[in-house]
Structures are given as structure tokens and as C-alpha cells.
């Protein structure tokens, strides 16, 4: 049993030193056990653990009709940070309308357990860690200071209409707002399909933001994929002034940077050039039809200031 009134943790060093090696794994590796008793109807539930520092899957187990446990054991890697999710499409976790299911998930001496979930449950294990990188030599100058304006933030929580600086760019884009799908609050926005004959109106747009005092714009979002599959994503565009051409800024997909599922955030920053004076960005799916859904939300834009040297 756990003690009630545990002792406190001590402070993490900034160089920690290895761990002990688990038995039957080599050193700077631990082992991770995952324990899923299935309801039944484990053709509902599906699980994932990933690695959060590099954003790769370790394991991941899809439906299947088989209700008998399993028990999944792998070696690996000390500090990292490692999820541990999840999921049931009915909404009823694994327990205990049908059947007394669950999961246990044991990883450097703790044990991370549930079992009464609706859609979905995660567990979150150690800390990315990477070495301390070497001073920096001494400059000639000191570094110039950087000034961001804020020039909006939207997480489409306002009234029934409320697409905050955005807009549709066509059918396959929409507002979500029963909450199941926001990064805060109820609400959020989607992108969908994105096929060749449909990627114009796969897309959401911000209306033209005056850039004439700034040289950069930053882009900070979280966006949720559903139901996405290999060779589908999303990509971040712009356009400057009247130009119709859309400058691509980034393209994300499927198993290359993200897993399908879980909320995740990205900051991008888009130079500008000097003669620059309005910009607008775009979030457009790269899908295959209605079911691959990008949902974008607590979007965050700011402009970097010009710096005058007097």
C-alpha cells in the first residue's frame, strides 16, 4: 500500500546519474510492463505508449476481438519523458457495464492504474533530459533584446459563431463545440479530406494582419489528429500583401512528426521581408476523405518588432 503521507521527493540533479540497470536490461535502460485486462469488447479499445522527447511510438496495440489479458514488457530508454494512453470508442472505459477490465502500467518502481475511464486516459513517466550544452563564447556585443507583440488569440470559445480571427476556406472545414475535441474550453476548429479536388475548402484562413512594424510572425497552436492515416497531414501556409501564391511554412505528417489521438503544440516563425505590409496563414488538411480531421485550437499569434539601431 502506498503511504499516506509519503516523503518528499528529492530535487532532480541537473546531471543525473544513471539509474540502475532493470534485470535483463543493460545500463541506462529500464523496463516498462503494460498489464490490459480488455471489458467485453475489446474491438472498442486501443492503447499507445510514446516517447514525448523524440515524439516516436514505442508500442501501440489496435482493436482486436480477443478478451483474454496480455502483457506487454520492453527495455528502454532512462531520461526520457514517456505517454502512456488509452482509448475506448464507446465511452465506457473498461470498466464496468461490460466485463471487469483494466490496466496496469509498472515503470521504474511505480505503477500507473484504471480502469472506470470514458474515452480516453493518460500517464505520463520521467523527463526528457539532455546534457548541458557548452558556454557560449564571449561576445563582441551584447545580444539584441526581442520585443513580440501579441496580435490575437483565439480558442473559438465566444459566442455560436465564434471563429475568432479565422474563417472557412471552404465544406470540409468547421467548428467543433460539444468540447470532446478542444484543447481548452468546449470548442475548437477542423480541417478535413483535403483531397486534390477538395484542398481549397480543407483549409482555414486568418483574416490580413498589419505587419509593417514587425520582421517576423510567430505561430503558436495545438492541434488534435483523428483518424489519420500514413502519407495524410496538414500543412501551416502564408501569404504576403496581394500575392495569391500560399508559401508553404511547414508540413506535418502522420507518423513522421505526430501519432493519431493526442493534443499537441507547435510554434513556427515566419520571416518577413522588410516590405512586407499585411499577411495572412492558413491551416489546410492533407487528408483522403470527411473521417481524417485536423482539430486546431488556443491559437496564439505575435509579431516581432523591428529593431531601429539609433
Not at 11 to 40: E, F, L, M, R, Y
Not at 163 to 192: K, M, P
Not at 211 to 217: E, I, K, M, S, T
Not at 267 to 279: L, M, N, Y
Amino acid at each position: 500500500p502506498t503511504p499516506s503521507n509519503p516523503p518528499p521527493t528529492p530535487p532532480t540533479p541537473s546531471n543525473p546519474p544513471p539509474t540502475a540497470p532493470t534485470p535483463g536490461c543493460g545500463n541506462g535502460k529500464s523496463q516498462i510492463s503494460v498489464i490490459v485486462q480488455p471489458d467485453q469488447y475489446p474491438q472498442e479499445t486501443s492503447w499507445i505508449l510514446k516517447n514525448d522527447c523524440t515524439g516516436t511510438p514505442i508500442h501501440e496495440e489496435q482493436p482486436n476481438s480477443d478478451t483474454d489479458m496480455y502483457e506487454v514488457t520492453k527495455c528502454i530508454p532512462d531520461n526520457q519523458k514517456y505517454t502512456f494512453t488509452i482509448r475506448d470508442q464507446y465511452g465506457d472505459g473498461l470498466c464496468c457495464s461490460y466485463g471487469n477490465g483494466y490496466y496496469i502500467v509498472s515503470f521504474q518502481g511505480k505503477e500507473y492504474k484504471g480502469d472506470n475511464f470514458r474515452n480516453e486516459e493518460s500517464h505520463t513517466m520521467g523527463t526528457c533530459y539532455s546534457a548541458p550544452s557548452p558556454p557560449s563564447p564571449p561576445s563582441a556585443s551584447p545580444p539584441t533584446a526581442e520585443n513580440w507583440d501579441i496580435l490575437f488569440f483565439n480558442n473559438f470559445d465566444g459566442s455560436d459563431s465564434d471563429w475568432g480571427n479565422f474563417r472557412r476556406g471552404g465544406g470540409d472545414a468547421g467548428r467543433h463545440t460539444t468540447g470532446e475535441h478542444a484543447r481548452s474550453g468546449r470548442s475548437s476548429l477542423f480541417i478535413r479530406d483535403g483531397s486534390e479536388s477538395r484542398k481549397k475548402k480543407a483549409a482555414i484562413l486568418s483574416r490580413k494582419l498589419n505587419v509593417q512594424d514587425y520582421d517576423a510572425v510567430k505561430v503558436a497552436f495545438w492541434f488534435q489528429p483523428v483518424s489519420v492515416e500514413p502519407g495524410e497531414g496538414f500543412v501551416l501556409e502564408y501569404g504576403i500583401d496581394r500575392n495569391r501564391k500560399w508559401e508553404t511554412q511547414k508540413e506535418w505528417w502522420y507518423q513522421d512528426f505526430f501519432v493519431d489521438g493526442g493534443w499537441q503544440t507547435v510554434t513556427e516563425t515566419i520571416d518577413i521581408d522588410s516590405d512586407a505590409s499585411r499577411i495572412r496563414i492558413r491551416f489546410r488538411c492533407v487528408g483522403g476523405d470527411n473521417s481524417d480531421r485536423i482539430y486546431i485550437d488556443d491559437v496564439e499569434v505575435s509579431g516581432r518588432l523591428i529593431n531601429i539601431v539609433s
